[in-house]
T-cell receptor, first 113, second 111 residues
């Protein structure tokens, strides 16, 4: 099992450009999450999904959109990138019931200039 | 509001020098406290889950303990390969297994 995978690993954008980050999991997990990690601030939840076709806002959702068209995939979109969105983005998944730990992908380092 | 605070921010140890990392939390009804290890440039790796005061979990040189207000990650006779950032998180109120993370403790173990 690959677990949770993320593409791309690195990306540099200019202000105003758009991009989509892809997360895939092969554990048949119901719940999926997108976080950003900034120095000294810990992981902060952007959006999450509790099943195929559902999405919900987390702690810092502004400037991001998400979609979960298939159970195994969770996409994070930036419609008009801003320098404040320079960060490391992590996707995670969780079984949903009876097991509460989240399993993380390797991350995407995004720089917006 | 659910909150997690970790201390110290950074810790430098000599190989074999045991120590503890602290995670204090404020949450309305603890429904799980989690410890993760994160190596540079990688995603967090799950270590332990604790659910109730007095509970302990062990893995190699690591032992996690839980009280009603805080958790400790004890590192016994650490080795350089234990160098990493250790993250603590609590399961948030509001369902959907959301986690609230602390900022982490950066541990460096020198030979």
């Amino acid at each position: 099992n690959a677990g949770v995978t993320q593409t791309p690993k690195f990306r540099v954008l200019k202000t105003g450009q758009s991009m989509t980050l892809l997360c895939a999991q092969d554990m048949n997990h119901e719940y999926m999450y997108w976080y950003r990690q900034d120095p000294g601030m810990g992981l902060r939840l952007i959006h999450y999904s509790v099943g195929e076709g559902t999405t919900a806002k987390g702690e810092v959702p502004d400037g991001y959109n998400v979609s979960r068209l298939k159970k195994q995939n969770f996409l994070l979109g930036l419609e008009s990138a801003a320098p404040s969105q320079t960060s490391v983005y992590f996707c995670a998944s969780n079984a949903g019931t009876g097991s509460y730990e989240q399993y993380f992908g390797p991350g995407t380092r995004l720089t917006v200039t | 509001e659910d909150q997690v605070t970790q201390s110290p921010e950074a810790l430098r140890l000599q190989e074999g020098e045991s120590s503890s990392l602290n995670c204090s939390y404020t949450v309305s009804g603890l429904r799980g406290l989690f410890w993760y290890r994160q190596d540079p440039g990688k995603g967090p790796e799950f270590l332990f889950t604790l659910y109730s005061a007095g509970e302990e979990k062990e893995k190699e040189r690591l032992k996690a303990t839980l009280t009603k207000k805080e958790s400790f990650l004890h590192i016994t006779a650490p080795k350089p390969e234990d160098s990493a950032t250790y993250l603590c998180a609590v399961r948030a109120s509001g369902g959907y297994n959301k986690l609230i993370f602390g900022a982490g403790t950066r541990l460096a173990v020198h030979p």
